[in-house]
């Protein structure tokens, strides 16, 4: 109980229900070792949350972009819904020290791993709509969308067109673009190669370089380009 008060303190939120956010932070781990206890791990608050989140950062990036294109938006969503970004909201709370994890898990590292981090944020998300409704958690998780969203299109300014269509195409449908040549020709001394690119079974792009890795990344901004113009749309997983 006295971690579940320093937690709400770091949230900023009091539960109604504080066996809500107990069984968020409910690794399963813990009930397999711990089978007399009554609770519910927090898979379930998890999924609810992981929709949840999917619907508050898109509303949000609704009304802040109110040009920009389906496509773009669906990658913004993508990158802020991540693994990687909610596992940093989890460190920002410390989420970590307040997980019940089975012995195994916790001697293992568990409270640092961004799999777990990011499952305990979604499932404290669903909690937290299941106590207070959808303009909590719209409260809650807002401030942290902006930083984060700057952070992340920094970090993107840095980046080539292959590794953005692969954050893109891994975080939203779960695949790795697979590259291959389609032809070469010209002279050995200025050799012209055509790559195309492949997300699952679909062809998203076509480039043209005078090396293949040059042609790859022709090929991933063409994809990446079709994407976000919905030329080319994916049904997300």
């Known amino acids: ?49 992981d929709a949840v989140l999917d ?7 609704y009304d802040r972009f109110p040009e920009m294109d389906e496509g ?13 970004t909610l596992a940093s909201f989890a460190r920002r709370f410390r989420l970590g020290e307040a997980l019940l994890l089975g ?8 409270r640092e791993r961004e799999k777990i981090l990011c ?12 106590d207070q409704g959808m303009e909590a958690v719209q409260r809650f998780v807002e401030p942290l969308l902006e930083p984060a969203l700057t952070d992340m299109l920094e970090r993107a300014a840095d980046k080539d067109p292959k590794s953005l269509l692969q954050e893109w195409a891994q ?22 190669f055509t790559v195309e ?12 370089g005078p090396s293949k890795q040059a042609a790859a990344q022709s090929a991933a901004q063409n994809a990446l380009s079709a994407i976000e113009a919905g030329e080319i749309v994916f049904e997300e997983r």
């Open 55 to 61: 619907f508050v950062a898109g509303a949000w990036l």
């Open 1 to 49: 109980m006295a971690e579940l008060i320093k937690l709400q303190e770091r949230l900023s939120v009091q539960f109604h229900d504080l066996s809500l956010l107990q069984r968020a932070l409910t690794h399963r781990s813990y009930l397999n070792e711990h089978p007399e206890h009554s609770l519910e791990d927090n898979e379930r608050l998890e999924f609810l949350g």
């Open 72 to 84: 773009r938006l669906t990658r913004l969503r993508a990158g802020l819904v991540r693994t990687e």
């Open 171 to 192: 975080a939203t449908l779960g695949e790795t673009p697979l590259y291959r040549t389609v032809s070469s020709h010209g002279p050995d001394h200025a050799k012209q």
């Open 119 to 130: 499952g305990a944020f979604e499932a404290l998300i669903g909690a937290l709509y299941l």
């Open 103 to 110: 012995k195994g898990e916790d001697e293992s590292g568990g």
């Open 197 to 208: 690119v492949l997300i699952g079974a679909t062809p998203c792009g076509r480039g043209t």
